[in-house]
């Protein structure tokens, strides 16, 4: 039976650079309350990995604000560390609205927005951590077993060098492609390169040989497919996807994918990653979609945070991948979700 990976006495470090913002979740009428949450790819996998039993610390420049006290709430509510988190006049904390809503057949479907609704003032957008701050950043967290980032900049890059020749197994996952120097110095330190059709559709015409060991691309309600850089099967592998009944929203799918497949191979950084075959390989594949396929039972990009207790997701998992059937999932409602009447997006930026 394949069950999650349990997390050592000693917890895996995972360090994640990228977006980290405030989601703020709107399903319904304007009567219903909104919720607020921490979002972003790394902030949503950093959570993730909390959740799972990591000691997990963003690195991010916010601003000083109640969108960022909103954020810091929810994530201390999940014990992540936020020591290397800095809230700073010249940074920003990005605020984007999740909207979550039903097309014409009743099928659930979701919308990112990044203004404030009804009027054309753009919410607070994504500022990369300075490359001036590397060195104290290393200083603070010398070692991790991971390092995540999403976004391409000098920092992220030169956190990506410093935690590689310690041992960290680098994950990269580009939210689009660029032609550019950084871009490809960024595929160039990752062992595990991440990325969605929707996102990078030609990414097989442009590196038509891998960059990166391993290279994943998902696909929606088609799976998902992978190719190594070594090994005696050539080219794109495809693993299909995990389907459940009662979808509320798809969002945070590839988050809970990207989360399950380190929480699989990187608990002893590179080494542990290097040292999987490609069958502990597939099986990391298979429970990164079982949880995305999961989470998507429930609002938000992180939903099964707030309904499902971790005891409750070892038992539900090997089900999923056994593919029996899973009905009424046990829940327990918890009461960590920031809730807010009559929201004002201007009260965040005060």
Not at 310 to 322: F, N, T, Y
Request: hydrophobic fraction near 35%; charge should be positive; charged fraction near 25%.
């Amino acid at each position: 039976m394949t069950k999650l990976k349990t997390i050592k006495k000693n917890k895996p470090i995972c360090l994640g650079s990228g977006l980290v913002a405030l989601d703020v979740i709107l399903n319904g009428t304007p009567a219903t309350p909104a919720k607020l949450c921490a979002g972003g790819s790394c902030g949503n996998i950093i959570s993730i990995l909390s959740y799972l039993g990591w000691n997990s610390k963003p690195i991010a420049r916010l601003s000083k604000n109640n969108a960022t006290k909103n954020l810091l709430k929810d994530l201390n509510s999940f014990n992540v560390n936020t020591d290397l988190l800095s809230k700073a006049l010249d940074g920003s904390t990005p605020i984007i609205i999740h909207r979550i809503l039903r097309d014409r057949e009743g099928n659930p479907k979701h919308r990112f927005e990044f203004r404030v609704p009804g009027t054309s003032t753009w919410l607070p957008s994504y500022k990369p951590v300075l490359s001036s701050t590397v060195e104290s950043i290393t200083k603070e967290q010398k070692q991790a077993q991971v390092f995540y980032f999403d976004r391409v900049s000098r920092s992220s890059i030169d956190l990506g060098k410093y935690y590689k020749e310690k041992g960290a197994l680098i994950v990269f996952e580009p939210s689009s492609y660029n032609e550019t120097k950084q871009f490809h110095e960024s595929l160039s330190i990752a062992d595990i390169v991440k990325f969605s059709s929707d996102r990078i559709g030609n990414y097989s015409e442009i590196f038509p040989t891998p960059i990166a060991p391993l290279e994943i691309e998902t696909r929606g309600k088609e799976g998902l497919q992978y190719r190594l850089q070594l090994g005696t099967k050539k080219g794109w592998q495809k693993t299909p996807p995990y389907k459940l009944t009662n979808i509320m929203d798809t969002a945070g799918a590839g988050d809970w994918c990207t989360a399950g497949i380190i929480n699989e191979l990187g608990q002893n950084g590179a080494k542990s990653f290097y040292s999987a075959g490609r069958d502990q390989i597939e099986r990391a594949l298979d429970i990164g979609q079982a949880l995305g396929a999961l989470n998507c039972i429930f609002d938000g990009a992180r939903g099964i945070m707030y309904n499902m207790d971790r005891k409750i997701l070892d038992g539900v998992i090997p089900k999923i991948i056994s593919k029996k059937e899973i009905s009424n999932i046990p829940a327990n409602t918890t009461n960590r979700i920031i809730t807010i009447k009559n929201f004002h997006f201007d009260t965040l930026l005060q």
